[in-house]
């Protein structure tokens, strides 16, 4: 059973997903975000994902904190991009002794996905903010702007753009688009408007357009997707 929450961290959401012996895999969409878990006793760190990642294994339980797109990278002191489609062990970016003290304050919280959210709060005291413009850049890619536009009205040019985009969200500015315009379009469907409407008012050249975009992101057609196959 999976739920989620506002966290107290702007911008994020606290999440546990627990999998019993039907659900132990599952399918999870590109986002533009990236996370902290906790599982099995381990803290780990989800990268910004260009395609879907399956999960599998038994019965478990997961709890994590899903942080917003670009956030991220300054609380951990990585590039998003080093950790583009990867799922890692936080002791492959921090010290081994530091991982242990944070895992066992985890560990001494009231429940583990309580125990990562005060440890992202932690971090975030201690960290200067995301750059002000990527904020603004995802709230105007959010809402179906064009890149090239987004980027003049910022004043940022082209090349240092993408170099930014890769530092803050893993890829590019055009991929972050085309991932936040396919969570948009699923937002839509699955609230029930037929494809070729939701095609049009995600800014789809067509419903073929949107169907070829749902593959290469979520690696499954939209009405299978739509049927519970992932995400």
């Known amino acids: 059973m999976y739920r989620e929450r506002a966290s107290r961290l702007p911008g994020a959401a606290v999440w546990t997903n627990t999998l019993t012996g039907d659900t132990g895999s ?3 969409l590109p986002d533009g975000c990236m996370d902290l878990l906790w599982h099995e006793g381990r803290l780990l760190v989800a990268g910004p994902d260009t395609r879907a990642h399956l999960t599998g294994g038994g019965p478990s339980t997961w709890a994590g904190l899903r942080f917003g797109p670009g956030t991220a990278p300054a609380l951990l002191g990585v590039p998003a991009h080093e950790l ?12 081994a ?3 242990r003290r944070l895992t066992a304050r985890v560990r001494g919280a009231a429940d583990p996905a309580t125990g990562i959210e005060e440890l992202a709060l932690r971090l975030a005291a201690d960290t200067a903010g995301p750059d002000p413009a990527l904020r603004i850049l995802v709230a105007a890619l959010d809402a179906g702007r064009p890149v090239g536009a987004t980027a003049d009205e910022l004043g940022i040019g082209a090349r ?9 969200f893993g890829y590019g500015p055009k991929t972050l688009a085309r991932i936040l315009r ?3 379009a699923l937002a839509l469907a699955r609230a029930g408007t037929p494809p070729a409407e ?9 419903q073929a357009h ?3 975009e749902v593959r290469a992101l979520a690696g ?4 299978e997707l739509l049927r519970g196959g992932g995400g």
């Open 210 to 212: 949107l169907s070829r």
């Open 160 to 168: 240092q753009l993408h170099r930014r985009s890769l530092v803050a």
């Open 220 to 223: 499954l057609p939209l009405r």
């Open 26 to 28: 599952g399918r999870v």
């Open 84 to 95: 583009r489609d990867r799922r890692v062990d936080l002791t492959d970016l921090w010290g």
């Open 182 to 184: 396919l969570r948009r």
């Open 97 to 99: 002794a530091e991982v």
């Open 198 to 206: 939701t095609a049009a008012r995600t800014g789809y050249a067509d």
